[in-house]
């Protein structure tokens, strides 16, 4: 794409947060997050939708990719779930969760998209941390 009003060196991107993208929510050792149990909550959500599957982007992360590149895009900021690389939200690694994203950020590169790493530390507060107002958390 060509945007004549913009600098040549300006980033164009796109920003998305793991639990509307990543979906896969009890996938390979993924623990719980507060994203993952509030809708489950009764009344808390209206018709009782979630993010289990979400976009998916778990498993179709190089679909997403390659339309990242059709558009254009030179930058794709992440979340990497807490849960998802941690068991428990802390201490043992999960090694498939950081494999999840080692291959999302090995994609992005192959088509010339720079990868922005953002982390849910409040994804990690509810599992844990006994939330965000929790001792350990302030700590």
Not at 27 to 36: C, E, F, Q, R, V
Not at 42 to 50: E, N
Not at 116 to 134: D, L, R
Request: charge should be neutral; include cysteine; aromatic fraction near 16%.
């Amino acid at each position: 794409m060509h945007y004549p009003q913009f600098p040549a060196h300006f980033i164009f991107g796109s920003a998305t947060a793991a639990y509307q993208m990543d979906g896969a929510s009890c996938a390979d050792g993924k623990g719980p997050s507060i994203w993952d149990k509030f809708p489950h909550t009764k009344w808390k959500i209206r018709f009782g939708h979630s993010g289990d599957v979400a976009c998916d982007d778990y498993h179709r992360y190089s679909d997403d990719v390659a339309i990242m590149q059709e558009l254009g895009l030179n930058a794709y900021r992440f979340l990497i779930s807490w849960p998802r690389i941690f068991l428990q939200g802390e201490g043992l690694i999960n090694q498939r969760g950081f494999d999840f994203y080692g291959r999302l950020i090995d994609e992005l590169l192959r088509h010339d998209i720079a990868p922005f790493v953002t982390c849910s530390m409040g994804a990690c507060a509810a599992t844990s941390w006994k939330g965000m107002c929790g001792r350990s958390w302030q700590s």
